[in-house]
């Protein structure tokens, strides 16, 4: 079945960091690709997503690259800052349906 | 403001012992969901509704129940907790046409089954 794998966490980072967070996905077709992001004590929001290969997602700073040949959509932002510090989450979802299919998260702490 | 509204937010109960978490949607969404999150695991789909009285079963929908008689309502039933359903659980809601659509996700309901 379709899976989406992604780093373990905790990252710990200081202020102005480069951060990238690895995602690699399982699925037969072309899946649309989203990052959600949980701030503490919040629900998941749509941080950024792709739809075909060679896509990119950007939101916020964050960017993300559909990459279809290495099964991979790679979480980046070149300077992170304190209120970066979330939970995030690589999921697809595939053309023919709704649900999304999560990897386990990583979390991100940025310290000042 | 369009959102997906949970209650409750926090639920701390004893095995057994029946319950139901409310979910709630105003952007007239044809699809809802319910997901579990465990740490390690992600989000792992429950139940989904794609529209009234039309629903299925998600990836782990083993003591679960769900209904959607109204289309802003999917409530999440519970008729005899166990502690292995200690979890953070959430409702999301899209429209229903597949594939690309974004999925809007309520704040989150703590539940804890002592």
């Known amino acids: 079945g379709d899976s989406v794998t992604q780093m373990e966490g905790p990252v710990t980072l200081s202020e102005e960091a480069f951060l990238t967070i690895n995602c690699t996905y399982t699925?037969?077709?072309?899946?649309?690709l989203f990052w959600y992001v949980q701030y503490p004590g919040e629900g998941l929001q749509l941080l950024l997503k792709?739809?075909?290969?060679?896509d990119k997602g950007s939101n916020k700073g964050f960017e993300a690259t559909y990459r279809k040949e290495t099964t991979s959509f790679h979480l980046e932002k070149g300077s992170v800052q304190v209120s970066d510090s979330a939970v995030y989450f690589c999921a697809l979802k595939k053309a023919a349906g709704n649900k999304l299919t999560f990897g386990g998260g990583t979390r991100v702490l940025v310290k000042p | 403001e369009a959102q997906v509204t949970q209650n409750p937010r926090y639920l701390i109960t004893v095995t057994g012992k029946k319950l139901t978490v409310t979910c709630s949607q105003n952007m007239n969404h044809e699809y809802m969901s319910w997901y579990r999150q465990d740490p390690g695991l992600g989000l792992r789909q429950i139940y989904y509704s794609m529209n009234v009285e039309v629903t299925d079963k998600g990836d782990v929908p083993e003591g679960y129940k769900v209904s959607r008689k109204e289309k802003r309502n999917f409530p999440l039933i519970l008729e005899s907790p166990s502690p292995n359903q200690t979890s953070l659980y959430f409702c999301?809601?899209?429209?229903?046409?597949?594939?690309?659509?974004?999925?809007?996700f309520g704040p989150g309901t703590r539940l804890t089954v002592t």
């Open positions: 999301a809601s899209s429209r229903g046409d597949r594939g690309r659509n974004e999925q809007y």
């Open positions: 792709a739809t075909k290969a060679d």
């Open positions: 699925a037969t077709g072309y899946p649309s």
